[in-house]
């Protein structure tokens, strides 16, 4: 094993033992006290803003080009003057249009307090630079300098990116919500479109400005895909079920909070009977299911680790399932269990080195999870498909694979794409066709 990243797992267990993860403490950066300079002070050619990368550099310095150029962050705020944004408003009978008005800005634009706005800071920037990267009031001068450190850096206000934990509340903060901010069924109803996310596909696809190289792991620590990937399965769970028992957002009036059940129970014609007993969650025909795709990939990814810890999941997952229909002291009771539990997966992902063997397994308990029916709701489908094109990547990535036996399962990923590429047009039978052929090309 590379020396450095055996350096990066022992310092990772070092730190989640102690309990010490810059994750804990990180203030996501819309709601720190420290000033945003605005994405101009980054965008300099002898700064972050080159047209192409610098050989002699520790970084590409071509970042801002790059977020302009390819990245959708930077065209956030120009969404909130199209049509769609502006039915989305009328339809919520927000007082101001969809791009002057708070609950859209705080998502689409990089809206910290006017008190925070540096000279450069704008709007119309849309998801700069310090929306990620925290503040650069007290950093943007030292993080040129080698006689600083990065743990200096984030004292300074610097966030996190590079915690798979941290990086996941921070993009989750948007791509779900947090206790601030929080894109219910009532906005989807308007016309929002519905949200889904994987952290290790969105982080791949972003697409990346960095390079995680040895002078990278020299300064960080660095997380396999196969971490990145489980970390962010088991932090969207754990948001999700903070969010269940949120008085503030887990209810509707006297409903709970319809977002966080399986949209694909309800929206889909009642012609196509599409219901079958699921064994994960217990529950007769006519119970809206909870979203629980993230439950579910959870649980495969801890029985390659932890046999026993992925069994508990199960049952407790199952209680949570069971407990919607005992009243609100039930699922609260539940989502204890269950949270702690998760806190628990965390740390125990974040630890373990992968090895091709667990990515194998995960792959094969993927796989026969959904033949047994358990991913036939369309969230959980979804979630399937970018797990196994991050496994296929990591087995090919290490060598586990050959050229020949990549190439192949990428046609068998393909089919998978194809069945959950449109979520009105979403058919069960389709995507467990696609996973049999995806099995069989599965290297024994």
């Not at 008005?101 to 310090?130: F, S, W």
């Not at 030292?142 to 996941?168: C, F, I, M, Q, W």
């Not at 028992?245 to 309800?266: A, N, Q, T, W």
């Not at 991913?375 to 050959?402: C, H, K, P, R």
Request: hydrophobic share 35%; net charge positive.
């Amino acid at each position: 094993m590379n020396v450095l990243r055996l350096r990066s797992l022992f310092l990772i267990a070092l730190l989640f033992t102690a309990g010490l993860l810059h994750a804990a403490e990180a203030v996501i950066p819309q709601y720190a006290k420290e000033k945003h300079l605005g994405v101009g002070s980054c965008s300099s050619s002898t700064c972050h803003g080159s047209v192409t990368e610098w050989q002699k550099s520790n970084i590409l310095q071509n970042e801002y080009v790059t977020w302009t150029r390819e990245d959708a962050h930077s065209k956030a705020y120009k969404v909130l003057f199209d049509d769609t944004s502006k039915r989305i408003a009328r339809n919520l009978g927000l007082k101001k249009p969809a791009h002057e008005a708070k609950i859209c800005l705080d998502c689409h634009t990089d809206n910290v307090a006017a008190a925070q706005r540096g000279e450069k800071h704008q709007i119309a920037d849309g998801i700069g630079c310090e929306a990620c990267h925290g503040g650069a009031e007290r950093w943007i001068d030292s993080h040129t300098t080698d006689k600083t450190s990065h743990d200096e850096n984030l004292k300074e206000g610097l966030y996190p990116t590079e915690d798979p934990v941290a990086r996941a509340r921070l993009c989750l903060s948007c791509h779900f919500g947090d206790e601030n901010k929080f894109v219910t069924h009532r906005i989807m109803g308007a016309g929002h479109p519905r949200m889904s996310f994987e952290l290790d596909t969105f982080s791949a696809i972003q697409p990346a400005h960095y390079q995680v190289d040895e002078d990278y792991a020299r300064r960080k620590p660095v997380f396999s895909g196969v971490q990145m990937w489980a970390i962010g399965q088991a932090t969207s769970m754990k948001e999700y079920l903070d969010v269940l028992v949120d008085p503030k957002r887990g209810k509707d009036g006297i409903f709970p909070e319809l977002v966080l059940f399986d949209c694909h129970s309800c929206h889909h014609s009642m012609r196509d009977q599409r219901w079958k007993p699921r064994r994960g969650t217990g529950l007769p025909p006519g119970i809206v299911r909870f979203n629980d795709a993230n439950f579910i990939m959870l649980r495969n990814i801890i029985g390659a680790v932890d046999a026993g810890l992925a069994k508990k999941l199960r049952s407790e997952t199952r209680t949570l399932h069971r407990s919607v229909i005992r009243g609100n002291a039930a699922v609260k009771a539940a989502v204890l269990k269950l949270s702690a539990t998760t806190e628990k997966a965390i740390a125990k992902v974040a630890g373990h080195d992968f090895s091709d063997k667990d990515v194998k397994k995960i792959l094969a308990s993927i796989i026969s999870e959904g033949l047994a029916g358990e991913f036939q709701d369309y969230a959980a489908a979804e979630q399937t498909t970018m797990a196994a094109g991050n496994v296929i990547s990591v087995l090919e990535g290490s060598g586990a694979i050959t050229e020949a036996q990549y190439n192949k399962l990428n046609k068998s990923l393909d089919r998978l794409y194809t069945a959950t590429t449109n979520d009105d047009k979403y058919k069960p039978k389709a995507f467990i066709s696609a996973l049999r052929v995806l099995k069989q090309d599965v290297p024994k």
